[in-house]
């Protein structure tokens, strides 16, 4: 495992319906910090911010501003539109990525408005991008949180559907064995494993497994909506949960029909989440 990229960081899911977003995922019983307004774009976004990772629901507030793409995803409707991965010193990450022949950029600034009652806050990151081959063509940067103080605060982090971290985010490539190539270049070879057509990437916090769009739809046997996308795509996102049976009542309480998947995985119908096939897994 490279230590300067360490792990997944948070996962962006793209809404027509910034507003309406919020209010979906507040009924699957998520709590959202409040707005953040990223600083000379167009876009803005609510976060579900767990004790591990966190949910970036984003959308358009301003179309004639910089987007970085979004309204081309929107054009295929919602869902998981990327995924960020952490990293402690983007700076010492671009160079031993550099150092391993993997094409990155240069680490850039990235900062947005929160609009908290008191007055607005400015979190701020670094950020790099790679090459589209050195992610297997899935769109996914490094992040390096600055002030993470600022949107991990305390009060935002219980959430009623007892949610505790990102688990797996489960997508589609053409071909596995080229993304077991491209991320055992990313994150060491010793943290991917291949077989049976699937790749799973431990990424020192959370599980990345990429597949072909055939056995996805087969992983998520049951599913009426799933969206297919142009490969690669990213499909599905696993919470950890303390207690099912917590969040079992809680759904049901809440009226949001699931399926279950044995005795400890329920999984949602991407309908009713923005486009992510969502499931909840106790840990």
């Given at each position: ?27 699957l ?92 806050v ?42 505790l ?22 994150f ?14 431990q ?37 950890g ?43």
């Amino acid at each position: 495992m490279q230590n300067d990229v360490a792990g997944i960081d948070h996962v962006l899911v793209g809404a027509r319906d910034l507003e309406a977003a919020r209010l979906t995922f507040a009924h699957l019983g998520f709590t959202l910090s409040p707005r953040g307004r990223h600083i000379g774009w167009g876009t803005a976004n609510y976060c579900a911010m767990l004790r591990s990772g966190y949910i970036e629901l984003l959308g358009i507030v301003d179309p004639a501003q910089f987007t970085n793409n979004l309204d081309r995803f929107l054009e295929d409707g919602e869902g998981l539109l990327g995924l960020a991965f952490a990293s402690p010193d983007v700076e010492a990450a671009a160079r031993d990525l550099r150092g391993r022949d993997v094409a990155a950029g240069e680490p850039k600034a990235l900062s947005r408005k929160l609009e908290l009652p008191g007055g607005d806050v400015e979190p701020s990151f670094r950020t790099l991008h790679m090459a589209p081959e050195a992610t297997a063509g899935l769109s996914a940067f490094i992040v390096q949180h600055l002030t993470p103080g600022l949107v991990w605060q305390d009060t935002w982090l219980d959430h009623p559907n007892g949610a505790l971290g990102i688990v797996s985010v489960t997508g589609a490539v053409a071909d596995p064995g080229a993304a077991a190539l491209a991320y055992g270049a990313l994150f060491g070879p010793e943290a991917v494993s291949a077989g049976h057509g699937a790749v799973e990437v431990q990424t020192g916090a959370g599980l990345l497994r990429l597949t072909g769009p055939d056995d996805l739809r087969r992983q998520f046997s049951g599913i009426a909506n799933l969206a297919e996308r142009a490969l690669p795509y990213l499909a599905g996102l696993r919470i950890g949960v303390g207690d099912l049976a917590h969040t079992v009542d809680y759904l049901q309480e809440a009226g949001v029909p699931f399926l279950r998947d044995g005795d400890e995985l329920l999984r949602l119908d991407p309908a009713l989440a923005c486009g992510v096939v969502l499931e909840f897994e106790e840990v």
